[in-house]
């Protein structure tokens, strides 16, 4: 037990290292190639940036994934549906994928999953395919859009990875926190080259990769109680995700512009609206996630009842996203309130 925890825990520096070495070369492959993002209204950056991070972080994690101890063939299938999605995504950096099509692919890959074992277990067979598919998608695609400023997505995915792997670990589930532990590794090497000002960026390959993993990973994860407190646990786990995207959907709903259109509307752009630097967003970011986490690994095992975890992050989320969502960010709003200005250098 005690070799296997170190084993999990060493897999975290290696993908680190690899990850770290591997994105310098990603770079150049992609300004030899063109593969770049420019500048754009709907966007925060103002520097033409290569993509590929993202080719690199699933490349990174395949490798390292396969010296994970005890595999099964559930894993290899779950983390083959994560690298197709991980494609799709390349292929929406590359030549731009239709909405219609990416969805298609991530449905496709959540059901080959459910049907591999990795599932909602709550109602059924149906029921359970239908929750199953619909977590994976949208936590998929919630990590997506997390993926806006620099390191935003490097810093919340490798704090949530780190839960997912505690968890696992402290129920000894060596493999599923194996994942979990290369996901983290992966994350944080991608993010010593994504830290303001990034010199890459992630890209859909990558934030669709690391966000369906991340969500299988907690379909797979077992906990010390029933299955509500367990679900509330795995929900505060992946919680910042779900904060952002409905941040999102609530402020373009009420502005009246379409939900799939990329705008500089998220939660990271408001912090900078506010004032903050990129450094500043980034911890606050990664503090709010490891409250989060905190709350549901003490769920998960027990320690701490669902109910006033749900209370202790709801409330202030709620309070949250009520304050955020009066920061004005798009053109047609009155900023005469705001001090906060959008930084000459930022993404």
């Known amino acids: 037990m005690v070799a296997d925890t170190w084993h999990v825990v060493l897999l975290v520096p290696i993908a680190f290292s690899v990850t770290a070495a591997v994105v310098p070369l990603a770079r150049r492959l992609a300004l030899a190639l063109g593969i770049t993002d420019d500048p754009k209204a709907n966007r925060w950056h103002q520097a033409p940036t290569p993509y590929l991070g993202g080719v690199a972080i699933v490349l990174s994690a395949v490798v390292c994934a396969a010296f994970a101890p005890a595999w099964e063939a ?5 983390l083959a549906a994560a690298v197709l ?14 909405p219609k099509a990416r969805l298609l692919i991530e449905a496709g890959a959540a059901s080959i999953v459910f049907f591999y ?5 709550l109602f059924g067979d149906a029921g359970d395919f239908v929750l199953t598919v619909a977590w994976l998608v949208i936590i998929t695609n919630s990590f997506n859009l997390l993926d806006n400023v620099d390191g935003a997505m490097g810093a919340i995915g490798t704090t949530i990875a780190f839960a997912l792997t505690c968890a696992a670990v402290l129920e000894g589930q060596y493999l599923v926190g194996a994942l979990a532990a290369v996901v983290a590794g992966a994350c944080l090497g991608f993010l010593m080259h994504n ?5 890459i960026f992630m890209g859909d390959a990558g934030s669709l990769f690391l966000g369906f993993l991340l969500a299988a990973i907690g379909l797979k994860l077992r906990t010390a109680v029933d299955p509500g407190p367990s679900v509330v646990a795995v929900i505060l786990l992946v919680g910042p995700a779900l904060f952002d995207t409905t941040l999102v959907v609530i402020s373009r709903v009420r502005a009246r512009r379409p939900i799939y259109l990329g705008n500089t509307d998220h939660t990271s752009h408001r912090f900078l609206r506010l004032g903050l630097s990129h450094t500043a967003t980034t911890l606050v970011l990664v503090a709010g ?31 949250a996203l009520w304050l955020l969502l009066r920061v004005p960010v798009y053109p047609e709003t009155d900023v005469s309130t705001f001090s906060g200005t959008r930084p000459a250098a930022a993404r």
């Open 289 to 319: 996630t490891a409250y989060s986490c905190g709350f549901g690994v003490a769920v998960a095992r027990g320690g701490v009842p669902a109910g006033l975890a749900v209370a202790a992050t709801v409330v202030p989320a709620s309070v």
């Open 117 to 121: 074992g990795s599932r909602v277990n």
């Open 85 to 98: 999605v991980g494609i799709a995504g390349l292929v929406d950096d590359v030549r731009t994928l239709h």
């Open 195 to 199: 830290w303001h000002p990034a010199s």
């Open 74 to 78: 559930e894993a290899a299938v779950l």
